[in-house]
């Protein structure tokens, strides 16, 4: 909401129009940490309120009769453009409008849109691209409901699937699109890097080259969508690596704090519109309360991130080598290597979320997770508090044992994510648990 349109200009509907947005003093272009204080809000509109409030209501009022119009022209494509303004809380928002616009900030995105949860946001994006027949490509693993939705949901429609390993090169990932499209249309090559629970990382580069051999600049070129959860927006930006689209849990690293469930795609504006449309139809927009806490996270979201990657580096430092641990699956300690290599180009950061194999099995993980002090027993990651499980035994217990093993999902594995804690008290927690084993 930061252009003016030209509805706004004169005056013929109630878009909001703020001040011209500061993105820029001299030639010295403002980075996101700065911008996500006042970006696409203008306290002139809303009583000099320093920061946006709520906005509670399910609709917007109309100045005039020719101004409803004019709107619905828009969303009916009557009048080139599409809708502008804001008209009814199913489709937008002001503190919806202005995380999107914050959020797309941090990636450079054309267009960002915000969902109820992460899955919300996926299923959206899946409903916007896909017809039956369709074969969509995507890396393995990916997070267990995204696999989910595509196996069992959109089969049950006439949706196929082929994947290939998520480490996979060029060749190989060509040769799986070359399948694909001698079964059906392929509408989306969807990735997810680093994969979840291998952290494997995908290389989003080597995918937009395949996607270009093989579909050339054909009208059938499929869009690339990446899930950048786990690394994102700080550590990983795949639309300068080729993706057209990025998809988020804002639950995890965005939001930060453990406390809301949310979702956010960004992307180029062409393939936008179209999750735009959907979103409008299914209501899956993320509601006003949870985007003001979403606003709140990412005004702290590089100081947050910052520290809790500084905390993991020291603590997988700190549990390499200790005599009770048999490796530890930190990006970090990538070294020479093709997934180094991918690392190297694709990653500012490695993170803070890893696997730890504990020497032994469920007994001595289930021992070390009953020991912690500080680090909390609980799934999900990227709050402020460091949390750890077991993922064999909770989040991917369905998951049959071939598959477990292939993932190197095995009964002495614990998931770790860390917070922003003190470093040193961390590893005085997972000292003694270890020692409790
Ligand atoms: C948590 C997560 C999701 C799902 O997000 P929700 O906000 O829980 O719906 C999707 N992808 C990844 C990688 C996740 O970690």
Same mark, same amino acid.
């Given at each position: 909401?930061?252009?003016?349109?030209?509805?706004?200009?004169?005056?013929?509907?109630?878009?909001?129009?703020?001040?011209? %947005?500061?993105?820029?003093?001299?030639?010295?272009?403002?980075?996101?940490?700065?911008?996500?204080?006042?970006?696409?809000?203008?306290?002139?509109?809303?009583?000099?309120?320093?920061?946006?409030?709520?906005? $509670?209501?399910?609709?917007?009022?109309?100045?005039?009769?020719?101004?409803?119009?004019?709107?619905?022209?828009?969303?009916?494509?009557?009048?080139?453009?599409?809708?502008?303004?804001?008209?009814?809380?199913?489709?937008?928002?002001?503190?919806?409008? =202005?995380?999107?616009?914050?959020?797309?900030?941090?990636?450079? %995105?054309?267009?960002?849109?915000?969902?109820?949860?992460?899955? /919300?946001?996926?299923?959206?994006?899946?409903?916007?691209?896909?017809?039956?027949?369709?074969?969509?490509?995507? /890396?393995?693993?990916?997070?267990?409901?995204?696999?989910?939705?595509?196996?069992?949901?959109?089969?049950?429609?006439?949706?196929?699937?082929?994947?290939?390993?998520?480490?996979?090169?060029?060749?190989?990932?060509? +040769?799986?699109?070359?399948?694909?499209?001698?079964?059906?249309?392929?509408?989306?090559?969807?990735?997810?890097?680093?994969?979840?629970?291998?952290?494997?990382?995908?290389?989003?580069?080597?995918?937009? +080259?395949?996607?270009?051999?093989?579909?050339?600049?054909?009208?059938?070129?499929?869009? =690339?969508?990446?899930?950048?959860?786990?690394?994102?927006?700080?550590?990983?930006?795949?639309?300068?690596?080729?993706?057209?689209?990025?998809?988020?849990?804002?639950?995890?690293? %965005?939001?930060?704090?453990?406390?809301?469930?949310?979702?956010?795609?960004?992307?180029?504006?062409?393939?936008?519109?179209?999750?735009?449309?959907?979103?409008?139809?299914?209501?899956?927009?993320?509601?006003?309360?949870? %985007?003001?806490?979403?606003?709140?996270?990412?005004?702290?979201?590089?100081?947050?991130?910052?520290?809790?990657?500084?905390?993991?580096?020291?603590?997988?430092?700190?549990?390499?080598?200790?005599?009770?641990?048999?490796?530890?699956?930190?990006?970090?300690?990538?070294?020479?290597?093709?997934?180094?290599?991918?690392?190297?180009?694709?990653?500012?950061?490695?993170?803070?979320?890893? /696997?730890?194999?504990?020497?032994?099995?469920?007994?001595?993980?289930?021992?070390?997770?009953?020991?912690?002090?500080?680090?909390?027993?609980?799934?999900?990651?990227?709050?402020?508090?460091?949390?750890? /499980?077991?993922?064999?035994?909770?989040?991917?217990?369905?998951?049959?044992?071939?598959?477990?093993?292939? $993932?190197?999902?095995?009964?002495?594995?614990?998931?770790?994510?860390?917070?922003?804690?003190?470093?040193?008290?961390?590893?005085?927690?997972?000292?003694?648990?270890?020692?409790? =084993?």
């Amino acid at each position: 909401m930061t252009e003016p349109t030209e509805a706004d200009l004169t005056g013929t509907t109630p878009r909001r129009n703020p001040k011209p %947005a500061v993105e820029t003093i001299g030639n010295r272009r403002l980075k996101p940490s700065t911008l996500m204080m006042g970006h696409g809000f203008d306290p002139a509109l809303s009583e000099g309120s320093l920061k946006p409030p709520v906005f $509670l209501t399910s609709t917007f009022v109309f100045p005039n009769a020719a101004a409803g119009k004019r709107h619905f022209e828009g969303v009916t494509g009557k009048r080139p453009g599409g809708a502008e303004g804001l008209v009814y809380s199913r489709f937008n928002g002001p503190n919806q409008e =202005i995380l999107e616009d914050r959020l797309g900030v941090w990636e450079d %995105a054309e267009d960002a849109l915000t969902f109820s949860s992460g899955m /919300s946001a996926i299923g959206t994006l899946f409903l916007a691209f896909v017809q039956p027949g369709d074969v969509i490509v995507h /890396s393995g693993p990916l997070y267990a409901a995204t696999e989910t939705m595509i196996a069992r949901l959109l089969g049950k429609f006439g949706v196929e699937w082929l994947d290939f390993p998520a480490g996979a090169t060029q060749n190989e990932i060509e +040769a799986v699109l070359e399948q694909a499209r001698a079964k059906g249309r392929v509408p989306l090559i969807y990735l997810e890097s680093p994969a979840n629970p291998t952290n494997v990382l995908v290389d989003v580069e080597a995918v937009a +080259a395949a996607r270009d051999a093989v579909f050339g600049d054909a009208e059938e070129q499929p869009p =690339i969508a990446i899930d950048n959860t786990f690394l994102g927006p700080l550590w990983q930006q795949p639309l300068k690596h080729g993706a057209d689209l990025v998809v988020y849990s804002l639950t995890k690293y %965005a939001g930060g704090h453990s406390d809301l469930v949310a979702g956010g795609v960004l992307g180029s504006r062409k393939h936008m519109d179209m999750v735009r449309a959907i979103r409008n139809t299914l209501g899956t927009i993320l509601d006003p309360n949870t %985007a003001w806490m979403l606003l709140r996270s990412l005004e702290t979201l590089e100081l947050r991130m910052t520290r809790a990657g500084e905390n993991a580096a020291k603590v997988c430092e700190w549990l390499r080598d200790h005599p009770k641990v048999e490796r530890i699956g930190y990006l970090g300690f990538l070294k020479d290597d093709r997934q180094a290599d991918i690392y190297a180009r694709h990653c500012t950061g490695a993170g803070s979320t890893f /696997s730890l194999y504990l020497k032994g099995g469920e007994r001595e993980a289930f021992a070390f997770l009953d020991a912690l002090k500080i680090a909390k027993l609980a799934v999900s990651l990227g709050g402020t508090e460091t949390l750890a /499980s077991a993922p064999a035994a909770m989040t991917h217990l369905s998951v049959p044992d071939a598959r477990k093993a292939a $993932l190197g999902i095995t009964d002495n594995l614990v998931r770790i994510s860390i917070g922003v804690e003190d470093a040193d008290d961390l590893i005085a927690d997972f000292e003694q648990a270890l020692g409790a =084993i």
